[in-house]
Each structure stands twice: as C-alpha cells, then as structure tokens.
C-alpha cells in the first residue's frame, strides 16, 4: 500500500533541530580544551559554601550596571573591563545570567558567564587583581541504534522508534536521491539508523551525526555509511 503525500515526514523537516553539517558548525571543537590566562586553571564550580549572587542580563546592561545591581565596587568593573581578556564582558548577550561568587566575609572572589554552550568566562579576584580564564566544557558523544517499521509515515515510526525530529531529516537528506518520499514510501518498509548525540554535562545539546543506516524500500535495501 503506498502512503499518502500528506502522511509524509514534512512538520519533521520544519521541526528537525539538527543534521551533520549544523552539528560540526555547533559544536565544530570536539575534544575539551582549558584556554589560560596566566598560569592558574580556572574550572566552572560544582560547590560553593559561600554566597551565589546570579544576575540576569538585560537589555542595555553593561558590566559596570551589573556589577551596581550586585552591589561590587564600579572601579573594579572599570578595571576589569580593560583587561586583555575581558572582551566578551564588553559584549554581553540579552537573557544570559553571569554568576558571582563570594567568600566567607562576602567579599567577591570570582565570577562566571557562559558565553554559549561550550564555553564559560571565568574571573578569579584577589586584592584588586583579575585572573581570566575561558573554559571549553567536554562534549560527550554517545551512540544509538533504532529500528523500525512504517506503518503510517517514516516520521511516526521514527518517533516510536525514539528518533528525534533532527536524525529523522537527516535520514530523509540521505536517502532523498534514491527514494521518493512523496510517493513510493510503503506499509511495511524499514529502516536503521546508527547515529550520535552530544552531550555537555549528562544534557543533550545536539543530535547527530549519523553513523550508518538502512532502508528498505520497493524490495531493495539501500545502505549508507
């Protein structure tokens, strides 16, 4: 029985998240790397007995704005800003959150910002004196497998096959020269997928690449690697 048009995995390209190409463009540095300013390396905090002030950025904020609504001296936002390193602090994103920490007489030793997913700008403080450090986090690919049959559209078994809306288009942008998915799609056609997600911290930030797959259409079976 072949499927109707309409049945067809079109809403999953316009909600795919992500294929090889966007993949290495995200996330184009696998390997975790620790950039120094200086000779200390600074990591993001698991644990902090001290006190956590978290700012939100807003609209029109500058460092020397966020460091008043934090109550910190503006000098030292003023020198901090100067810093060779300190760029990005002169760039803040809307709706991102800057962290500062501080020790046990509630005087500010350190503060974070994540830059984007990857990276986060760390600033240790002591007597005046700034240690900037940009810190990649690791990105961690792990390795799946799914299998299914079509029953209704690829997008519905892929769903139930636990493939994402992203893996799914990518799978439709490798089979597209060899299958007609308008029309020749069929009940009973299957597919394989071998393919990756990366994650940051047990938290997925992307789908893909895919790795191998298969795909059963009009009686013949069409391999990818």
């Known amino acids: 029985t072949t499927l109707p048009p309409d049945s067809l995995p079109g809403p999953v390209a316009q909600e795919a998240s992500i294929t090889k190409d966007r993949l290495d463009l995200e996330l184009a540095t696998i390997e975790p790397t620790l950039l120094q300013s200086g000779t200390t390396e600074l990591q993001p905090r ?18 020397t704005r966020l460091f008043s609504r934090a109550k910190l001296p503006i ?39 994540d830059t984007d997913k990857l990276n986060t700008l760390i600033v240790a403080h002591h007597q005046g004196e700034f240690t900037i450090n940009q810190y990649e986090k690791q990105v961690e690919y792990r390795t799946f497998n799914a299998h299914g049959t079509i029953q209704n559209s690829l997008g519905i078994a892929a769903e139930s096959a636990g493939v994402s809306p992203g893996i799914t288009q990518a799978l439709v942008d490798i089979y597209k020269w060899e299958v007609d998915f308008a029309r020749d799609i069929r009940v009973g056609e299957t597919f394989s997928v071998v393919y990756q997600k990366a994650y940051i911290e047990d938290e997925v930030v992307a789908d893909g690449p895919i790795l191998a797959a298969s795909f059963t259409n009009g009686g013949r079976t069409i391999e990818a690697i």
Do not use: C, P
Request: no cysteine; charged share 30%.
């Open 46 to 63: 698991k644990t902090h007995s001290g006190r956590i002030e978290t700012v939100t950025i807003e609209s029109g904020d500058t460092l």
């Open 75 to 113: 000098s030292q936002a003023i020198k901090l800003a100067q810093e060779a390193d300190a760029d990005q602090l002169n760039r803040l994103s809307i709706g991102k959150t800057m962290r500062i920490y501080f020790d046990e007489n509630d005087q500010w030793e350190a503060l974070e910002y």
